[in-house]
């Protein structure tokens, strides 16, 4: 797509240039506007560190380091060439290394931030007043942005196949041009197309929870726990699930995704998971919801999937075991 400048009737294209051809440096200058003013990008994400590094053995950097008003950790990389090489190859890995942070240490993470940038505000204050209700979410996920002046046919084509595997990444161009001698910039996401983005989510998390009982239908592992025997994967969570709720009966909503990080939407209010039921097409009831079942939490009350396969249910029993709740596979 071309720009034009419009006069009277008549059209002037704007050409088209590159960041290098302009000495528009990367990180001298992209990347410090981008942290002063991230809304041009996403008007939802906090940044909170620049070029942050907190691994040993490693000399890798994430560009800018963020957190978006839902609780997501933001990973964001930037180039300024064409192509965007091995971006993607990049920020999962910095996602993967910082999916275990924790609130307080994004509050001391962005404390040194503030202070390398001379600013009086309280990281704390800012932080929470930036998520609000949805502190008590933090780092329940990853989100990647990707931000160049384009992206190689390799790489969007990577991107979309780790969205349809339940990553979120997201592409924003970045194209420069020039009219009299001042610098435009043209800002287009183009992974996934805002028009779409809504739907996506929505197909990501009905396949997540398809495939989820899809497994759970070819294994038939049973189960032996506090007296019960033979447990269906869905019959051992419920019963660990009961038994957690008796002994953590003031539990906070935070620690309780602490001592299940298992994968999003484990938990969700009972209200959210009712309307679930109504839009899902084969009226499959996702998650448990009755009266007995669920745990209430300050003035909302959660229920707990009940959608487990070969993979989660070990992650489950592992973290269960962790808390001290034995649980025998006998099949």
């Not at 994400?45 to 070029?51: A, H, N, P, T, Y």
């Not at 990501?204 to 033979?230: A, P």
């Not at 939490?297 to 070990?314: E, L, M, P, V």
């Amino acid at each position: 797509m071309a720009i034009f400048k419009f006069n009277n009737s008549d059209f002037k294209r704007v050409e088209q240039t590159q960041f290098l051809t302009e000495d528009i440096l990367e990180r001298q200058h992209i990347q410090n506007a981008l942290k002063k003013q991230i809304g041009v990008i996403d008007s939802n994400v906090l940044i909170i560190s620049e070029e942050f590094a907190e691994w040993d053995g490693s000399k890798r950097r994430i560009d800018l380091l963020g957190v978006d008003n839902l609780g997501n950790i933001v990973v964001i990389e930037l180039k300024r060439t064409e192509k965007g090489e091995h971006m993607d190859l990049q920020a999962i890995r910095y996602a993967s290394m910082v999916s275990t942070l924790t609130f307080i240490r994004a509050v001391e993470i962005f404390s040194d931030y503030l202070v390398k940038l001379k600013s009086d505000l309280n990281a704390e204050e800012e932080l929470s007043n930036f998520l609000g209700d949805n502190i008590e979410d933090f780092a329940t996920d990853v989100r990647i942005i990707l931000i160049s002046s384009n992206f190689s046919k390799e790489l969007t084509t990577s991107v979309i196949w780790l969205n349809e595997k339940d990553l979120d990444v997201r592409c924003y161009r970045l194209i420069p041009y020039k009219i009299d001698n001042k610098i435009l910039v043209d800002v287009q996401q183009i992974i996934p197309l805002p028009e779409t983005e809504s739907y996506q989510v929505k197909v990501r998390e009905q396949r997540e929870e398809r495939r989820e009982v899809r497994k759970g239908e070819k294994d038939k592992s049973k189960y032996n726990f506090d007296g019960e025997i033979g447990l269906s994967k869905r019959g051992v969570v419920r019963s660990v699930w009961l038994k957690y709720m008796e002994d953590h009966p003031d539990v906070s909503y935070e620690q309780l995704v602490q001592d299940f990080p298992i994968r999003n939407n484990l938990f969700i209010e009972r209200e959210d998971a009712l309307e679930r039921q109504k839009k899902d097409n084969n009226n499959i009831l996702r998650y448990f919801i009755e009266d007995d079942e669920v745990f209430k939490i300050g003035d909302k009350t959660y229920a707990i999937s009940n959608g487990w396969g070969i993979d989660n249910i070990k992650k489950f029993i592992e973290f269960a075991s962790n808390l001290g709740y034995k649980i025998e596979k006998v099949l």
